[in-house]
């Protein structure tokens, strides 16, 4: 019912930014709340960020805290992941979720395919 796309990811170097990209297709987007997941080599499924269906709310994960933001643009249909400070353990696929809240793999329901962010110290 929800198609999600990530884009914007890339080879940054460390303390540098990068600006992710969500687009959603499908039902309307101003219907759920959205997040994002990253998951780098060998490890598990890491909550980073997750945005009300109206934005106005925003919850984050412990390792990113004061270093990335979400937001969304309803009229656009997108979700943006700023990072700023970027660390080279920030290195991970990242994913797009939405149609759930919280901070667990199983509280969402739509998956994007994921961008890949990597940063070299």
């Known amino acids: 019912q929800v198609q999600l796309e990530e884009s914007g990811g890339g080879l940054v170097q460390a303390g540098g930014s990068l600006r992710l990209s969500c687009a959603a297709s499908?039902?309307?987007?101003?219907?759920?709340?959205m997040g994002w997941f990253r998951q780098a080599p060998g490890k598990e499924r890491e909550f980073v960020a997750a945005?009300?269906?109206?934005?106005?709310?925003?919850d984050y994960g412990d390792s990113v805290k004061g270093r990335f933001t979400i937001s969304r643009d309803n009229a656009k249909n997108t979700v943006y992941l700023q990072m700023n400070s970027l660390k080279s353990e920030d290195t991970a696929v990242y994913y797009c979720?939405?149609?759930?809240?919280?901070?667990?793999?199983?509280?969402?329901?739509?998956w994007g395919q994921g961008t890949q962010v990597t940063v070299s110290s």
């Open positions: 499908g039902r309307t987007f101003s219907s759920y709340a």
């Open positions: 979720v939405t149609s759930g809240w919280g901070r667990k793999t199983s509280d969402y329901t739509y």
């Open positions: 945005i009300t269906r109206t934005g106005i709310s925003t």
